[in-house]
């Protein structure tokens, strides 16, 4: 049991959880938790890398909480946490700050995207070191595999030098972590219903594009019914435009069914009893979950409860891999507690 490879994720307790986030991440998260000693992380500090509200910040990180033990995740087999219950995480972060070349910090995409629709004299540094806090939340756990989205790659990739350069400077003390994009599970990217170029987006302000993990069946439906299709009129399975494969494909993700039954199930279909079909699965998979996890909000403390378990849970590897690293960079330690 002790030595199944390391799995960390974590999401970010902002904007709407939906389809995309349950097929591409928590589906496949939970159907592998068996497999590895998992950390499932609510990354609460990163939120705080963009203007946020800070009630909302506190609800969100419960929900999502709830979320993912609605999803499926167990917390008595995977670890759930919340980074900011951890400081482990800020301690490491300054230290591999302090390893990190600014010029790395300077060429990520995902910064100078979003920094690009700011004015500099008001994007926090914290949008600039975000990627090092996310360094430090998988390397604390010697982490083995980061089951991550494509946006995420470059991400990862400067963990890794990050990891390798710490262990050059001061000696072996990092596990170099690998992602896993998009391989754990079919449905491993959900395109937004009304523009199948993009990725369904939790930020997005308008909301057909997505379904949220939480919309009422009335809701899927109608957002379903209005997703963009092809210029054609019947499914052709082999031959589907990016608006019908997209609905395919969410289809194989709830029901893992092989192509050759897609097409025996859709083909010849007019768009309008695919998007039935399609509603009728996603509120089938969805309801489930959301009444379990309306169950768990009804009682928070019992949420705050599993989430301090987990944060004891995972204190026992930060801790000891921060005593490692303290010591390695020379600083004296810690006078032992009680
Ligand atoms: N940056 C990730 C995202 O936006 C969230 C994240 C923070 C993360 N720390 C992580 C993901 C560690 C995986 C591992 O999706």
């Known amino acids: 049991m002790v030595d199944r490879p390391v799995v960390f994720s974590g999401m970010q307790p902002t904007g709407v959880l939906h389809l995309g986030n349950l097929l591409g991440a928590l589906r496949p998260w939970v159907l592998e938790q068996h497999q590895f000693q998992n950390f499932f992380c609510i990354v ?26 609605a999803s499926g995740i167990d917390p008595e087999v995977s670890t759930l946490l919340v980074q900011s219950h951890l400081h482990e995480h800020t301690d490491l972060a300054w230290i591999l700050g302090c390893v990190t ?42 982490t083995n595999f980061v089951p991550v989205g494509e946006d ?9 030098n990050i990891a390798v350069r710490f262990n050059r400077l001061f000696g072996a003390t990092f596990v170099i972590p690998e992602p896993r994009i998009g391989r754990m599970g079919a449905g491993g990217r959900v395109m937004a219903l009304d523009d199948p170029e993009t990725k369904m987006s939790k930020s997005a302000e308008g909301e057909t594009g997505r379904i949220a993990l939480l919309d009422p069946p009335a809701r899927i439906r109608s957002k379903l019914m209005r997703a963009k299709t092809d210029s054609g009129s019947a ?16 289809y194989r993700g709830l029901t893992s069914c092989t192509p050759e039954q897609l097409a025996s199930e859709f083909d010849g279909d007019g768009y309008g009893k695919l998007k039935g079909k399609i509603a009728d699965a996603v509120i089938s998979t969805l309801t489930p ?17 599993i989430l301090a378990k987990g944060a004891t849970r995972a204190r026992e590897v930060a801790g000891a891999t921060m005593a490692e690293v303290r010591q390695r960079v020379g600083l004296l330690p810690t006078a032992p507690l009680g």
Request: glycine letters at 4%; hydrophobic letters at 40%.
């Open 44 to 69: 609460d500090l990163h939120a705080l890398s963009q203007p946020h509200d800070p009630q909302e910040l506190a609800d969100k990180t419960r929900q999502v909480a709830a979320l993912y033990i």
């Open 101 to 142: 070349p600014v010029g790395w910090l300077e060429r990520m995409t995902q910064f100078k995207d979003k920094a690009h629709r700011q004015d500099a004299e008001r994007i926090g540094t914290g949008l600039f070191t975000y990627p090092v806090l996310m360094a430090a939340d998988i390397l604390l756990y010697r």
């Open 152 to 160: 995420q790659r470059q991400h990862l990739e400067l963990t890794r």
């Open 235 to 250: 499914v052709d399975v082999a031959h589907a435009g990016a608006g019908v494969a997209n609905l395919l494909d969410i």
């Open 289 to 305: 979950i959301q009444e379990r996890y309306r169950e768990l909000m009804a009682d928070p403390t019992h949420i705050d409860a």
